[in-house]
């Protein structure tokens, strides 16, 4: 009779998963913000070079954090099936690999900000289970292989074991995120939460082009583009939140959310855009704001003339160096608490981030902003700017088409084209339309209640039979041109002009 080759890999995998399951439900029962896990696929984005994360931004979108946290489980679960075959030599080969994967863990945690005794704790559960539950697996294999006269039943054990073992790991996964959830409330109590001095306003109607597919001048925040370097969102308490001032200030000052909002709100319609836009992309989006203006807070503190910039740190540990003339002049830099009438979205810093209009969010938009050190450039390193971008992120001027879209086929003869151009604190003069090279065509805009914000234009073109290329640019208040020079995000934005192909007939 042949005997059957033990499964030693699917028993490593088994317990690893059995492991990963605790750990995650652990770490949500005592609301963690990170499990093991999401720590070392932040530890991973961290260490990543510039250059290599806006080449995943690019390719990737959205799904460059999913994205690496499938490639991590693939290598865990590789690492498990190895673990698994080790056993088949003895049980301390397979212990060295649990011990080194907790070891990972257990360093990643440590370099989270913040981090404390309490936060190790979902790393040894996670231990205990691999080395437990691997040795009841391999104990039942080998119980087979000394008894091949009843290998059958033996298997049968060790399926029943394994089945067991499988879905226990999915129930304490689902058990651990339902019991953490419920503790938090987080989103329950954003929902419930009202802000003196917040309102909700519709856009002035004269903000509308009244032109069909063109981008809406409001941007709903379910449709906002999201950028950040987190995996877990920082789920925040605002009676546990509390922002701390300091560095080069004659006096410290700690608010808590209670503080904050007590003060005089400031409300403004203000367009963010992300460094990483391509040129005619979609990372730009226009919302009312409402928050404390930077300048008041920092007026009363006594800031000291060397200072030259406001080190900000999340509650999850990225860091941006904003230039302080950004955060002290007359535009309403602010530490925002709500976005289109409502508290600030989870996901969009609640419950409370910065906003800088006319720079770029590496250099400026914290979410779940935590700490505001004022100090120089000589010693500030921001997030990105350690990873080579540039220090100041002042927002390049850009425009886009949104009608017709690239490849449409349009009927001859009169079309319109119609978009939306940018250039924050300076706003946009005019925006102009080329077909196939030919003579600029001046589009007309409508109305922004400032500078602050992004412009709808629309222009009717006489177009021919035939494929044509059609390009966008705009000219600000300042004078300045778009430039037609192509040039990627890295270091300081995209420049070039946005250009799309129809075909008329």
Known sequence: MTTRRPPWALAGVLAGCAGLATSYATAMVLTIRESPLVAVAELVIRLTPGSLAERAISVLGHLDKPFLVAVILLLLLALFAWAGRLAARGWWQPTLVWLALAAAGLGAVAAQRGAGVVDAVPVLVGLMTWIAVHSALIDALRREQRRPELESRERRVFVMVAGVVAVASVGIAVAGRFVGAGRRHVEASRRLLRIPGVTRREPPAATSIGVAGVATWQTPNE???????????????????????????????????????????????????????????????????????????????????????????????????????????????????????????????????????????????????????????????????????????????????????????????????????????????????????????????????????????????????????????????????QTSVVRAPDPDGATGLHTIGIRAS
């Open 223 to 481: 449709d906002f583009y999201l950028i950040d370097t987190t995996i877990a969102k920082p789920t925040i308490e605002p009676d546990e939140w509390s922002l701390r001032i300091h560095g080069m200030v004659e006096r410290e000052l700690v608010l808590s959310y209670s503080d904050l909002v007590a003060r005089r709100m400031t409300e403004s319609w203000i367009t963010l855009s992300c460094v990483s836009n391509e040129v005619g992309g979609g990372l730009v989006g226009n919302a009312r704001w409402s928050g404390v203006r930077l300048a008041d807070l920092l007026a009363g503190l006594g800031v000291d003339p060397a200072a030259d910039c406001v080190l900000q740190t999340s509650h999850d540990g990225w860091t941006c160096a904003t230039p302080i003339e950004a955060l002290t002049d007359d535009r309403d830099a602010m530490l925002a608490v709500a976005m289109n009438g409502r508290p600030l979205p989870i996901e969009h810093g609640f419950p409370v981030r910065t906003v800088v209009p006319g720079l770029y969010g590496y250099v400026s938009a914290t979410k779940w902003v935590v700490d505001l050190e004022v100090s120089t450039f000589a010693d500030s390193m921001g997030y990105w700017t350690d990873k080579g971008w540039s220090e100041l992120g002042p927002v390049k001027i850009a425009s886009r088409i949104d009608v017709p879209r690239s490849g449409d086929d349009v009927e001859a003869g009169q079309v319109t084209f119609g978009g939306v151009a940018w250039h924050q604190h300076t706003g946009v003069e005019a925006v102009e339309v080329q077909v196939d090279g030919g003579s600029w065509q001046r589009a007309r805009l409508a109305a922004t209640p400032s500078v602050d914000t992004w412009v709808q234009w629309a222009v009717d073109v006489d177009v021919a039979e035939g494929d044509h290329e059609v390009r966008v640019r705009a000219i600000g208040k300042d004078g300045q041109t």
